[in-house]
């Protein structure tokens, strides 16, 4: 997306031009334009709400949240490379893989000190593979990432047998993905947490704002003396990482691995972190408005379902709202550069 490495990521878009006779109605503009989605999702609560009685209980919205913490991690490992302009199709594969290979581990009698960090290895390696290929061949992160995903889901196919995999998870990982702190699941506090670090990172410190300067103009960025193919790799290697992650949360939540699981959860990836373009920092990827993106995607899942809609409505609601985010976030983007 654009960038302007002139001010801090963080800093709003400027809302003040001259004349001082109608400064609120501005100011009250830039703060809808910049919290749209946060007020879409305050009212489709409250029209759930008022619809369903079980919509507001404390058990539906803590099982909402913690279903979310695996697209919400996907999310942030779709953000980097788009930052960058660059798209990494093979995070669902990856995902599957990963918790396969932590299943196969727990099946062979390893512990936790081996399988969670031959987990995030092995995403962090799927990501730099993915910036490898993309950089030194010079191949369409599309292509590139694609073939490394179908891959991917051959030899995850192969690891299992064509089964499900449940035994030896540690429990460490299932008490992370089913245990509760102070009302909430840990998973879903690790991953406040995570969004954090990386806001932290993406809005505060030169690397973030040198990311958000490659996907700005690679012609500027270059000329301004960013090194653009180690960025581009970093970025790769960040979104493998933190598939890493969502998959520990994933594999801790459910038990086990299916050889089939990952590929469903790219689009509402995808979904959230487009939509988030018009969340908090308009026209710019960034974490705050993924994650209110995921959240108003699971309450209007959640809504729909508590009210009776069928199972089919869910992935024709994820097209909808991907085609709706990204045809926003595009107008944001030219917004910003006139």
Not at 157 to 162: A, F, L, V
Request: one cysteine or more; a neutral charge.
């Amino acid at each position: 997306m654009t960038t302007d490495t002139s001010r801090s990521p963080a800093e709003p878009v400027a809302t003040t031009a001259g004349g001082n006779d109608a400064p609120r109605p501005r100011a009250l503009a830039a703060f809808l334009k910049r919290y749209t989605t946060l007020l879409i999702l305050l009212a489709l609560m409250a029209v759930f709400s008022g619809l369903s009685p079980q919509f507001l209980t404390s058990l539906n919205l803590k099982n909402l949240l913690v279903v979310q913490v695996t697209v919400c991690c996907m999310a942030f490992a779709a953000i980097l490379p788009l930052i960058v302009g660059e798209f990494d199709l093979s995070l669902g594969y990856a995902l599957g893989f990963i918790m396969m290979l932590g299943a196969c581990l727990g099946g062979l009698g390893c512990g936790a000190a081996v399988i969670i960090p031959a987990m995030l290895a092995a995403g962090l390696a799927i990501g730099v593979l993915n910036g490898l290929l993309r950089i030194w061949f010079n191949i369409s992160s599309f292509i590139a990432t694609l073939g490394v995903g179908i891959l991917l889901s051959g030899v995850t196919q192969g690891m299992s047998g064509g089964s499900v995999l449940y035994a030896g998870i540690p429990p460490i990982l299932t008490a992370a993905g089913q245990d509760e702190v102070l009302g909430l699941g840990i998973s879903v506090w690790l991953t406040l947490v995570l969004a954090l670090v990386l806001v932290f990172v993406l809005e505060h410190t030169p690397f973030g704002r040198q990311l958000y300067a490659i996907g700005g103009s690679e012609r500027v960025a270059f000329l301004a003396g960013i090194r653009l193919n180690l960025y581009k790799v970093l970025a790769f290697a960040g979104a493998g990482l933190l598939v890493g992650i969502a998959a520990l949360f994933e594999l801790g939540q459910s038990g086990g691995a299916n050889p089939l699981f990952g590929p469903e959860l790219l689009l509402p990836a995808y979904a959230a972190a487009f939509l988030g373009v018009t969340t908090y920092r308009p026209g710019y990827f960034n974490v705050p408005g993924a994650v209110i993106a995921i959240v108003l995607l699971a309450v209007g899942f959640n809504g729909l379902n508590l009210l009776g809609a069928p199972y089919w409505l869910q992935p024709i609601f994820n097209g909808i709202v991907l085609i709706v985010a990204v045809i926003t976030a595009a107008a944001e983007g030219r917004q910003i550069l006139k």
